[in-house]
């Protein structure tokens, strides 16, 4: 039978005793199918043990249990070397009784009684529950109620295993709870629920499996294929997984992380979610760049840092702060690599602009790299006789990076020797005396 009915929700020990009771189920499944009757019951029974109330279990126990005793019984077997064979009807049990009765009239009475009781048994009873199925398992259906059809026609099919009806039925039943699935996934991956849309897609995978294996040659359904949509879920559940990974990642600020799992998303499928995936690429890769940009000591390492935030800006092009942000990290490293270049007036004017804006992604080094340059201009300015130019790098270093006495007193120096020395005060003139009169 189809291998899962798909992800229950529950506590931690009904979630692991729903796994383990599927499984068992399957597997005893896989055993009746091939006529390995004590194996199934065994199956069967610690099904039972796990999930006490699922249906349908005793009804196929009691079938068992006359199987095993047919096979205790000298002549016969109810057993078949292949598992493609059809399931073994009482019928068939009979005719083989014909032909391998033990010599003796007492064998033949025993196996026909024993044959005789079974069939009748199990014909009844088999049949009144195939007739309560068949009306109450497309109702199910009818409803939406997808697991509980499932279950009603799991059991149908398990007594009629050739009913086409049964077969369509359980088909359908899976394929639709997996559509179900599907959409829901979807919705909870625009609410950016991941974990849980990753459980959806889960629940998905399982059902379409279950519905190619139930009828593998199934009529084109106008939806996709079960194959098709067993890749597309698979997908979907590793690129939510994925998602969920690189978010959590995101809050303890492990970039390096964040972007691997990111870009195992694009790989996996380039169309999933991708406008919310290069968001977060391109965020992901722009905090990287600027914790680098803050750390960096050379002109090496601030490049290294530019070439993250060209990597955030080129995953959304239209994301004006990473464009921002880029500008400003390469102003900073042509500033540092004029620094390194002793081009002190290159690195002035790279360096300037930066502090103007409100956000310093250098962590404080643009300021104090634009300090050191400026204060190297003005001595160079000085030493060349460029005494005015360098009083206003002076005054500009003193204004910007605070006190420094060299500073101070080659400014208050400048400033002297560019102050006009005072002229003179200049004194009265006498007045010619009065000329003597004869």
Not at 28 to 39: F, S, T, V
Not at 345 to 361: I, M, Q
């Amino acid at each position: 039978m189809p291998e899962s009915r798909g992800v229950q929700r529950g506590s931690p020990g009904s979630c692991e005793n729903a796994v383990s009771g599927e499984a068992l189920y399957q597997q005893a499944m896989a055993h009746y199918r091939r006529r390995e009757w004590q194996q199934a019951r065994e199956d069967l029974m610690r099904l039972k043990a796990v999930e006490p109330g699922r249906r349908g279990i005793d009804a196929v126990l009691d079938e068992l249990a006359i199987f095993i005793r047919l096979d205790s019984l000298p002549g016969i077997s109810t057993t078949a070397p292949s598992p493609a064979r059809p399931r073994s009807s009482i019928g068939a049990l009979l005719a083989k009784a014909r032909w391998r009765v033990p010599a003796g009239l007492a064998g033949v009475a025993l196996v026909a009684a024993v044959a005789f009781f079974a069939y009748h048994l199990i014909t009844a009873r088999a049949a009144g529950r195939i007739h309560d199925l068949h009306s109450r398992a497309p109702a199910l259906a009818a409803t939406g109620d997808w697991s509980r059809a499932i279950d009603a026609y799991e059991e149908w099919l398990l007594l009629a295993p050739g009913d086409a009806e049964a077969r369509d039925g359980l088909w359908a039943a899976y394929y639709a709870r997996g559509d179900e699935r599907a959409r829901a996934a979807q919705a909870l991956e625009e609410q950016e629920q991941y974990a849980q849309a990753a459980e959806q897609w889960q629940g998905a995978l399982a059902d379409f499996r279950a519905a190619q294996q139930v009828d593998p040659q199934h009529p084109p359904e106008p939806r996709g294929a079960p194959l098709e949509r067993v890749s597309a879920a698979q997908k979907g559940k590793l690129c939510a997984t994925l998602l969920k990974q690189a978010l959590d990642l995101s809050n303890q600020r492990r970039w390096p992380e964040v972007i691997y799992a990111l870009q195992q998303v694009q790989a996996e499928d380039a169309t999933y979610r991708s406008d919310r995936v290069a968001d977060y690429l391109c965020e992901a890769l722009l905090e990287s760049g600027q914790e680098a940009l803050a750390a960096a000591r050379s002109p090496d390492e601030i490049q290294d840092a530019v070439d993250l935030i060209e990597r955030a800006a080129q995953a959304q092009p239209g994301a004006t702060w990473a464009q921002m942000a880029l500008w400003e990290a390469r102003s900073y490293l042509q500033g540092a690599t004029s620094a390194q270049a002793r081009d002190w007036d290159a690195a002035v004017r790279a360096l300037e602009p930066l502090l103007r804006e409100a956000v310093d992604l250098t962590g404080g080094r643009a300021r104090d790299l634009l300090c050191q340059a400026q204060k190297e201009r003005a001595n160079a300015r000085y030493q060349a006789g460029q005494l005015r130019d360098a009083l206003a790098d002076y005054q500009a270093v003193e204004a910007r990076c605070g006190r420094d006495p060299s500073v101070q007193a080659r400014a208050a120096q400048i400033s002297l020797s560019l102050t006009p020395a005072p002229l003179p005060a200049p004194t009265p003139a006498l007045a010619p005396a009065a000329a003597a009169v004869p």
